[in-house]
């Protein structure tokens, strides 16, 4: 029997819409998301309207509950994303083709301006932490939020 492999992160895109085909496969990434621009009214918490993050992952075997939480330039965590999703890599197809992950992380809400990191997670282990494998791992995805004067 082979025993449990954590998954490789491949790409993670933050977008705002996931577009599925007929069989419920992600098929499209609608609008790449690298900047929140706040309402010029917003105060407090902002959440914007909806946001996705897609995954690819590969080279895992056994069952996972893929996360996401986002954190701020110092390292607070402001988001978990909640249900886990659960992937299953079987081992008896090739490693590398990537199983595709949507988690869409409703409820999410920025605390203000400034950078944040989104960090995927298998089973409460970073996919973003170096190991034998993976010396050099995918960075955590980063969005910058920002008033909409600093925009321009």
Do not use: W
């Amino acid at each position: 029997m082979v025993a449990r492999v954590v998954p490789t992160l491949r790409l993670a895109v933050l977008c705002e819409e996931v577009i599925y085909d007929r069989d419920g496969n992600p098929f499209g990434l609608n609008v790449p998301v690298h900047t929140v621009t706040l309402p010029d009214d917003a105060v407090g918490p902002y959440i914007p309207p909806t946001l996705a993050l897609y995954l690819q992952l590969s080279d895992g075997v056994g069952a996972f509950y893929v996360t996401t939480e986002v954190r701020s330039e110092g390292g607070s965590v402001v988001y978990r994303s909640k249900p886990p999703v659960e992937v299953v890599f079987p081992g008896t197809t090739h490693r590398a083709v990537p199983q595709e992950v949507v988690l869409d992380l409703h409820g999410l809400a920025f605390p203000g301006p400034g950078a944040y990191e989104l960090l995927v997670f298998c089973n409460h282990a970073s996919l973003h932490d170096p190991h034998a494998e993976i010396p050099v791992p995918y960075p955590p995805v980063r969005v910058s939020v920002m008033r909409g004067e600093q925009v321009s």
